[in-house]
């Protein structure tokens, strides 16, 4: 089938909105070689994964879209900074750097460097979370919720009902339902509440400023803090300059500002907005819970100087972070995603809809509507689209979901999706066009597939490495 180029809405002036053709704001300076394989190829891989896309050896896949996570291509900058890295064990300079970055772009008086996002969340947890206590959160995410729950705390989602809901085209799908919190703060003990920024398992769905004012003053009423989940928080920025009036002519260095000013302290990874490897952090404004986290880092992550993290890897998240906020950069990297949705929508694909930041997400139910949810559709899904083509994605339905702390049973979300992550600076168009093609053959495939059993599953977070047989 011919590849029909969409118009991709990539500008926010009206002039520009004129032209069709858009490129990256780079080029290309090294290049690391992809390795094709034929469909028997991929089938004894899948086989020996156990039909779980984790499980896959990474040089057995072609174009990986499992996630954005650490995943993205550094720039020659950060590379250069890479070289001054001070591994000092104490006071690395880079530390300054790092500390000085997240104050002037997000705004937090203390920052606690962390190896990625889940190690500033364990923290968090840990210093605020008391058993029996509630955690209000625009929708879950995986490793987020386990440590509120690790730490004794409920997770309770507070989202707005078009969240859950796949074909709702509202434009701020991660919005907090103010009645739904209320109602939460008024019931419960609060210690705080969790606001994400996109929403990651809503579809990667941006939270207005609006929201996140009402959610603020809510909050100041009720006497409880607000933690950001910051780790898509730039391309939030992004969505609120491009859909939220009044925010159109400002920065996104200062829209991201104005959004962190009504929170208390972030969790980060950097892995993600930060575009680096590997590395995260922890903000606050208020000294005592700062004292609190330099105290447990010691224990878990390292020197509050560093928590896990060589000088090399600060300072690259440091210069990541100055570069996220660029608007060209921010433009082709929602652009790209928005291109790859655009195609699939054209083919009347079914996807989440608004397209979201980093990903788009196919809806499984839609491609196996006779399938049921216990034979788990989104990773067969997931599975088919490795086997036609060996572009890996990941599911984002009832085996990430997990089950009930309480009773065991297996949650059934009412998202069932297969999630295509696209990594920053990484793939070109003409790899979004390879993947819409597969995407479309698996959709149109006559023969329908029945399903998956689970063979193996594990205590904590199984998604990543349960195995399956097909039915
Ligand atoms: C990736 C992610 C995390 C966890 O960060 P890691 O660096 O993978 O530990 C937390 N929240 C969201 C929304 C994420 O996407």
New binding site residues.
Partial sequence: MKVKKSRTNLSTTGQQRQRRSWAEPYKIKMVEPLRMTSPQQRRRAIQAAGYNTFLLRSEDVYIDLL?D??TSAMSDWQWAGMMLGDEAYAGSRNFYNLEEAVQEHYGYRYVIPTH????A?HILSQILIKPGDTIPGNMY????RFHQEHAGGNFVDIIIDEAHDSRSLHPFKGNIDLKKLERQLKASRVPYVCV?AT??MAGGQPISMRNMKAVSQLCKKHKTKIFL?A??AVENAYFIKTREKGYGERSLKSILREFCSYSDGC?M????DSLVNIG?WLAMNDSSIAEEARNLIVVYEGLHTYGGLAGRDMEAMARGIVESVDENHMRARIGQVEYLGQLLLDWKIPIVEPIGGHAIYLDARRFYPHMPQDNFPAQTLAAELYLDSGVRSMERGIVSAGRDKESGANHHPSLELVRLTIPRRVYTQAHMDVVAESVESVFRKPRKPRGLAMTYEPKYLRFFQARFRPK
Avoid: M, Y
Avoid at 141 to 144: H, I, K, M, P, R
Avoid at 269 to 272: E, L, P, V, Y
């Fill in positions: 996630t996570s650490g990625q996002g889940r190690g969340e995410f995986t490793t987020t994400a929403v990651n989940d780790t898509r969790t990874s950097g892995k993600k995260g």
